[in-house]
C-alpha cells in the first residue's frame, strides 16, 4: 500500500502569508496527486489534480507541484476562507490520503 | 449543477447492518465511476469502496472487504453501501464521491474525487 506522508501536521499563519504544505508518498506516483481543501462539518473540496493542475474556479493563489515522490501545495497569499485542513491524495494505487495539514490563524 | 446527497445513516449496534444511498443529480450518471469515503469523528479521509459505471467491476479498502457492498441503479441515478457486520471502527460520515478526470492506460485506470455529497454519518454503539 502507498502511504501518503504530510507536513507540517498544523500551520500558523497570518492572512497575506504564503504557505507551502509538503506531501511525500511512499513510493513513486508519477504525477496522480490531488488536494482536498475541507472546513470542519463540510464536504472535502477539490483543489488542485495531477499534482499542478488548478480544478476550475479554485482561486489561483492556489498551486501544486511536484512529481515521483513529493509534493507541495503552495497559497501564495493566504486570505481568512483559506483556514481550513488540506489532505493530499494518491490516486496511482487505489486512492490513500495524507494525515491532513490544519492551517489556522496566528 | 452536480448534487451528491446522501441519506440512510444513523445509530446502529455492532453487528447490524445499514444501507446508505447517494442521490445524484445534474451530470451524467451513468457515465462516472463512484466512490465512497468515509471519516471517523475528528479524524481524516479514507477511501472505502469504488464502482465503476455500469456496476460490472467493484474495488474495496482490505477494512471492509467482505463486509460491505457497493452497487449502483443508473436508471435511478443512485449509488449504495450495503454495510454489514458493522463494527464499532466503522463509525464515521460516509461521503459518496464522483470520479472525475478518469484516464486509462492499458488495464489502468487514475481518477481523483471532483465532487463530494455533504456526508452521512453512521455510529455503531450498543
Known amino acids: 500500500d502507498i502511504q501518503m506522508t504530510q507536513s507540517p501536521s498544523t500551520l500558523s499563519a497570518s492572512v497575506g502569508d504564503r504557505v507551502t504544505i509538503t506531501c511525500r508518498a511512499s513510493q513513486t506516483i508519477s504525477d496522480w496527486l490531488a488536494w482536498y481543501q475541507q472546513k470542519p462539518g463540510k464536504a472535502p473540496k477539490l483543489l488542485i489534480y495531477?499534482?499542478?493542475s488548478l480544478e476550475s474556479g479554485v482561486p489561483s493563489r492556489f498551486s501544486g507541484s511536484g512529481s515521483g515522490t513529493e509534493f507541495t501545495l503552495s497559497i501564495s497569499s493566504l486570505q481568512p476562507d483559506d483556514f481550513a485542513t488540506y489532505y493530499c491524495?494518491?490516486?496511482?494505487?487505489?486512492?490513500?490520503f495524507g494525515q491532513g495539514t490544519k492551517v489556522e490563524i496566528k | 449543477e452536480v448534487q451528491l446527497v446522501e441519506s440512510g445513516g444513523g445509530l446502529v449496534q455492532p453487528g447490524g447492518s445499514l444501507r446508505l444511498s447517494c442521490a445524484a443529480s445534474g451530470f451524467s450518471f451513468s457515465s462516472y465511476w463512484m466512490h465512497w469515503v468515509r471519516q471517523a469523528p475528528g479524524k481524516g479521509l479514507v477511501w472505502v469502496s469504488r464502482i465503476n459505471s455500469d456496476g460490472s467491476s467493484t474495488t474495496y479498502a482490505d477494512s471492509v472487504m467482505g463486509r460491505f457492498t457497493i452497487s449502483r441503479d443508473n436508471a435511478k441515478n443512485t449509488l449504495y453501501l450495503q454495510m454489514n457486520s458493522l463494527r464499532a471502527e466503522d463509525t464515521a460520515v460516509y461521503y459518496c464521491?464522483?470520479?472525475?478526470?478518469?484516464?486509462?492506460?492499458?488495464?489502468?485506470?487514475?481518477?481523483?474525487?471532483?465532487?463530494w455529497g455533504q456526508g452521512t454519518l453512521v455510529t455503531v454503539s450498543s
Open positions: 491524495q494518491q490516486y496511482n494505487s487505489y486512492w490513500t
Open positions: 495531477k499534482a499542478s
Open positions: 464521491a464522483r470520479a472525475g478526470g478518469l484516464y486509462c492506460i492499458s488495464t489502468n485506470c487514475y481518477d481523483y474525487f471532483d465532487y
